[in-house]
């Protein structure tokens, strides 16, 4: 079997799923569906996240595997988050101070609850 392509050779766009099958009854589902954040990524970065869960996630036993340094490997991870999508740096996933004091505001006048402002909060 081929491995599914998840962006279009000839103009490099993501591409998407329109057809469905079941092997097992026949039974076929059309529409248009997404490959998903994985299928954002390129083949070299399909091989580089698998390389990355085999080692559990830690670059230094994927640096004498793939023989690359550990920047290069940082660098090329920071890539994978980027192409599936994911905010990088220090900041990513913190909120703003004046956010902060509105989710406040709104859980004190009651138009939030505190599980609702507790969801908002986490980010920081």
């Given at each position: 079997m081929n491995p599914m392509l998840?962006?279009?050779p000839v103009c490099g766009e993501r591409l998407?799923?329109?057809?469905?099958?079941c092997r097992n009854c026949d039974t076929a589902i059309e529409g248009q569906f997404d490959l998903g954040r994985l299928g954002r990524l390129t083949p070299e970065q399909l091989?580089?996240?698998e390389t990355f869960l085999r080692?559990?996630?830690k670059l230094s036993?994927?640096?004498p595997e793939l023989n690359l340094s550990y920047p290069t490997l940082r660098a090329r991870l920071?890539?994978?988050?980027q192409a599936m999508g994911f905010p990088v740096g220090?900041?990513?996933?913190?909120i703003g101070e004046e956010e902060r004091h509105q989710i406040l505001e709104d859980l004190a006048s009651g138009k939030i609850?505190?599980?609702e402002a507790m969801r908002l909060l986490e980010t920081e």
């Open positions: 998840s962006l279009c998407s799923i329109r057809r469905l099958e091989a580089f996240v080692c559990e996630g036993r994927m640096e920071t890539e994978v988050i220090p900041e990513a996933g913190r609850s505190s599980e």
